[in-house]
């Protein structure tokens, strides 16, 4: 489904009644009974359709074309309509009653606040509980990717608490209050260094000061390697319509536990797929081998899904300020609705 099609042709056409709406004859109250309320036309209804139409079009084409951030968007939603409805509120209100009084009470359409002055007063509240709600306390996702499978399987929808590592102002993303900070292990949502219009997913392995090298399919950190214990082989079709099969382990993390999966006939490293980044000097690469010194203020990230990530190897490091928060539970998966509920380890 496009739904940037979908939302320029409601946006179009929510305007063009809009403007029709504007040169469209007032209804005229009963004949005798000045108080009587204006029957509702058929271009009145079309309106109260199409102001908000076109409110929610709009913005929708201003994440969809990537203008803005999706809290951009939700921010300037709750301005715009908290806005126009304090606008009408402080000079306009009083107004349209005075008015309505003196025509006797008669005229009940003198009285009613304009269709987008509605429309906002609608708005607001939601979009401001909204906007709050996913700013401060939790975000959800989509995982469009396999890069942490077996973890976190594509289409799985997921939650991502705020507040983990500290609270940040909306948008800005800068932090004004420290509550705790990533441990190695955790499964984090943070903008990808490269582009920072981008969410990326990975699991915290590198903390800042860790040395982290990767051979032969295996992490040592610290100079101490990471226990694993061998799984089941996994088999999935994400990739491919027969499906491959990926030799799975458990890792373990500090205190963490979770599974991962390599294909054993690829290398361990691609270093075709190396870019250049901050601080690369912190790594050296020498054929299928790794060794990265995390700096200060810098977190280094891996998929579950060890062949079949874009992760910390190839980008290098994350910022602190590109923390976006924890990855903790599956809340939907349409396609697998056993996935909902799943706690992300």
């Not at 980008?315 to 590109?322: A, I, L, S």
Request: glycine share 8%; hydrophobic share 45%; net charge neutral.
């Amino acid at each position: 489904m496009d739904w940037e099609t979908i939302a320029w042709v409601a946006l179009v056409a929510s305007m063009i009644i809009i403007v029709m709406g504007l040169f469209a004859k007032p209804p005229e109250a009963q004949f005798g009974n000045q108080a009587a309320e204006p029957e509702t036309t058929p271009m009145q209804a079309l309106q109260e359709l199409a102001y908000p139409l076109a409110f929610v079009a709009f913005l929708g084409l201003l994440g969809l074309k990537s203008i803005m951030s999706f809290s951009a968007v939700l921010l300037t939603a709750t301005v715009v309509s908290g806005s126009i409805w304090l606008i009408d509120i402080l000079f306009f209100k009083k107004r349209r009653l005075a008015k309505h009084a003196a025509l006797g009470g008669g005229a009940a359409a003198v009285r009613a606040a304009p269709i987008v002055v509605e429309t906002a007063a609608s708005f607001f509240p939601v979009i401001l509980v909204v906007f709050l709600l996913r700013s401060l306390l939790f975000e959800p996702f989509k995982i469009p990717t396999p890069s942490m499978v077996p973890s976190l399987l594509v289409g799985d929808h997921i939650l991502v608490n705020k507040y983990s590592y500290g609270v940040r102002l909306p948008v800005l993303n800068k932090k004004i209050m420290d509550v705790g900070l990533p441990a190695r292990g955790d499964v984090m949502v943070f903008r990808y260094p490269l582009d920072t219009t981008k969410d990326y997913i990975k699991r915290v392995i590198g903390i800042p000061g860790d040395v982290v090298n990767y051979k032969d399919k295996r992490l040592t950190i610290n100079g101490i390697a990471q226990p694993t214990t061998i799984g089941e082989r996994y088999v999935d079709n994400f990739q491919s319509a027969e499906g491959r099969s990926y030799q799975s382990y458990q890792e373990k993390l500090g205190e963490a536990s979770h599974r991962m999966m390599v294909l054993p006939e690829m290398p361990s490293l691609d270093r075709r797929n190396v870019r250049p980044f901050p601080n690369i000097n912190n790594c050296a690469y020498n054929g299928e081998e790794m060794t990265c010194k995390v700096p200060a203020g810098h977190y280094f990230m891996m998929g579950d899904n060890r062949d079949g990530s874009d992760d910390s190897r190839y980008w290098g490091f994350v910022p602190e300020e590109n923390i976006v928060g924890r990855a903790f539970l599956v809340w939907m998966n349409y396609d697998a609705f056993s996935r909902i509920g799943t706690k992300i380890q």
